[in-house]
């Protein structure tokens, strides 16, 4: 009879081999070794070939991790068949992004079927681009924010002591704080965890050997009085016998793979690029050369899945406002010498140069930028630091969901009387296949401080224009200032009925100024940043049908303009529209600013309200924020 992987394109089920192996022998017979070697084989290529339908639909992903520790996956896999009751039986894995090895691993456990493998991050498919636990059979945990996972892992072993537990790690997760004091703690209870590290030297922006010049992992981790053994991650024999030492080591200890990343992926190997999803073009020949045409032929039929909306009252050509910030930064600096940049502005980043924008400041103005590692709280913190006199100026970035790492850093950097420039990109929900715990929807929590003298500012523009003014126009200002976009690009704001750009020549930015996009009589949508021209599109077709409902762009979050807010809130109703946290966002102080005033309109607010979907521009119409909806919305205030 057929396996049930015949058609998938890798017989997975005719090949893989579930092999038993006893931690208490290190040393692997030859048979065990060939077996071990091709199950390697045979998954790795299986991880290569999933991965890549996420690029071929352009959704993006991740390879070179997850196809790295594939030599570790199997020998655990071989421990929990062999002893199943000595262990807690999950591949823990603090790389979230390394997600494929449990989609993988699902599979192998007849938890999903494998053909469902090549839905890889698409919309819907409950395959997204981290674990979430609860949404994809067989998954055992979420992850997916770096640095979080080592510390819950100890917290599972408290409160079983007497098992065995496995955390894969890798070398960027591992330069994140929280890893230190989960170490310092397993040490100090001397926990039974086993923490298996690919130390492949490459992260998102680069080497961590050329940004962090002094870093050793393996030092690191003794200094915390773990057990450590280093191995060279691709000779099974050395890998596996670190595995068994490990193990059998009363207490916490730590197995070091030294690895290029992608060994044997042509074109990928010891890249950063291997980091990302591997290209549909490198995955073909991979496949081919392995004699898996099937698999080339399913591959090739993979293409994008595409929204096709046709949005009114904004232009069609796109422009990525996370790159446009880093662009506006460098205009800035225009004015400055090498010598007064270098002195006065200091850019720290935390290897996401190229997804935050940075990149355009790190290659024309060199002097004033730092590479450091995924350390946000001591990036932000430095950053600060150099800020804290009055002409100086710190710029940070990172996603918006990491924005709920350094709260409290915010805090102390505002009573230090700090100056820090933030770029929070990768707001809301638009485009992130990444899906929910890369959500940035708590943007507020950052505005935290005393009503008293507070002059942290939140700013999310509406389109490339409105970023570029807005930088110019704060870039000297003092305190703390977000300036947030998002992953997806969006278009130019353009007047009503109109070819002109709304925010076209000679437009200053005014902070704390709420914008009429559209005046109207009957009521207004209050909107800001990447849900602008989702509101436009809706309000401009809500007018043609003869309701006269305003637009309001209000670029400062988190400032109330006195006369703006008067005018349109006392017309009838307001709709608050927004993909940051419901719970948290605009919305839910609105209603209060307007209550204060005595302005009572009907009022409504929507943002985001649900886990994600995977998927792309789908996210806003699972969260209910396409103009559609906010057509349907307005209607149910009338
Ligand atoms: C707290 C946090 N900061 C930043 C990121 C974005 N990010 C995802 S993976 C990654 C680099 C990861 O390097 P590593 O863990 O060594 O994985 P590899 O490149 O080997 O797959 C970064 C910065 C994140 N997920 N979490």
Redesign the pocket.
């Known amino acids: 009879m057929a396996s049930a992987t015949a058609d998938f394109g890798i017989d997975v089920f005719a090949k893989y081999k579930p092999i038993a192996l006893d931690p208490a022998n290190p040393k692997l017979s030859e048979q065990q070794k060939a077996d071990l070697l091709s199950n390697i084989a045979v998954l790795r290529d299986t991880i290569v070939y999933f991965t890549s339908s996420g690029a071929a639909r352009g959704v993006s992903g991740?390879t070179?991790?997850p196809y790295?520790t594939i030599p570790e996956v199997c020998i655990l896999e071989a421990f929990f068949l062999h002893s199943s009751e000595k262990f807690i039986p999950i591949v823990y894995d603090?790389?979230?992004?390394?997600v494929a090895t449990q989609y993988l691993l699902s599979a192998l456990h007849k938890h999903i079927p494998f053909e469902h493998l090549l839905h890889y991050r698409e919309a819907n498919s409950k395959l997204p681009g981290h674990p979430e636990l609860g949404l994809t059979p067989g998954v055992q945990f979420s992850s997916?924010?770096?640095?979080?996972l080592w510390s819950f892992v100890n917290g599972v072993a408290l409160a079983n002591p007497d098992k065995t537990l496995f955390m894969l790690g890798?070398?960027?997760?591992q330069q994140?704080g929280d890893d230190a004091e989960a170490a310092r703690l397993a040490v100090a209870q001397n926990l039974n965890v086993k923490i298996i590290v690919?130390d492949?030297d490459?992260?998102?922006?680069g080497h961590?050997s050329d940004y962090m010049k002094g870093y050793s992992l393996a030092q690191t981790l003794k200094g915390h009085g773990l057990t450590v053994f280093e191995t060279p991650g691709e000779d099974v024999d050395k890998l596996y016998a670190s595995i068994c030492t490990a193990v059998t080591h009363n207490g916490p200890a730590a197995v070091i793979c030294k690895r290029k990343?992608a060994p044997g992926i042509k074109g990928l190997e010891g890249t950063?690029h291997?980091?990302d999803v591997i290209p549909v073009k490198i995955a073909t020949e991979y496949l081919k050369e392995r004699g898996y045409d099937k698999a080339v032929e399913k591959l090739q039929a993979i293409t994008p899945n595409s929204l096709a909306y046709l949005y009114t009252g904004s232009t069609q050509e796109k422009s990525a406002n996370r790159v446009v910030f880093g662009e506006a930064v460098v205009s800035v600096l225009e004015g400055l010498s090498k010598e007064e940049a270098r002195d006065r502005v200091r850019v720290i980043d935390?290897?996401?140069e190229g997804?935050t924008g940075l990149s355009v400041i790190h290659k024309q103005r060199p002097e004033v930028f730092l590479s450091s590692g995924?350390m946000?709280r001591g990036n932000f913190s430095a950053a600060a630091g150099f800020g804290s006199t009055k002409d100086r100026q710190g710029i940070f970035s990172?996603?918006s969901?990491?924005l709920e790492?350094i709260i409290s850093e915010i805090t102390m950097a505002r009573l230090n009387l700090a100056n820090v420039l933030c770029h929070f990109s990768h707001s809301g929900v638009d485009e992130m296949a990444d899906n929910t715990?890369?959500f940035g929807l708590n943007t507020y929590f950052a505005d935290n401080g005393l009503i008293d003298g507070d002059t942290t500012r939140l700013y999310f523009p509406a389109d490339a224009n409105q970023m570029r003014a807005t930088v110019a126009k704060v870039f000297w200002d003092q305190g703390i200032r977000l300036v947030i976009s998002t992953r997806a690009k969006v278009p130019l704001i353009l007047k009503e009925k109109s070819e002109e750009p709304f925010y076209g020549k000679g437009y200053e930015f005014a902070p704390g100024k709420d914008e009429f996009i559209r005046t109207g009589t009957a009521g207004y949508v209050v909107t800001f940043g990447e849900m602008v021209y989702r509101a436009v599109d809706a309000v401009d077709r809500l007018r043609s049908e003869g309701l006269d409902v305003g637009l309001i762009n209000k670029s400062t979050l988190n400032v109330v303009d006195e006369e703006a807010m008067r005018k349109w809130g006392s017309t009838g109703f307001v709709l608050v529209l927004e993909s940051l946290n419901q719970k948290t966002g605009l919305g839910s102080k609105l209603g209060t600013w307007l209550l204060e005033r005595q302005l009572t309109p009907k009022y409504k607010y929507i943002g985001t309200t649900k886990e994600g979907s995977g998927g792309l521009g789908e996210q806003i119409f699972h969260q209910g924020l396409d103009p559609q909806s906010v057509i349907k919305a307005v209607r149910s205030l009338q």
């Open positions: 991740h070179g991790g790295d603090e790389a979230g992004h390394r997916g924010r770096l640095g979080h890798s070398d960027g997760s994140e690919d492949n490459v992260t998102i922006a961590p990343m950063t291997a980091h935390s290897d996401l997804s995924i946000e990172t996603f969901a990491f790492m715990c890369h």
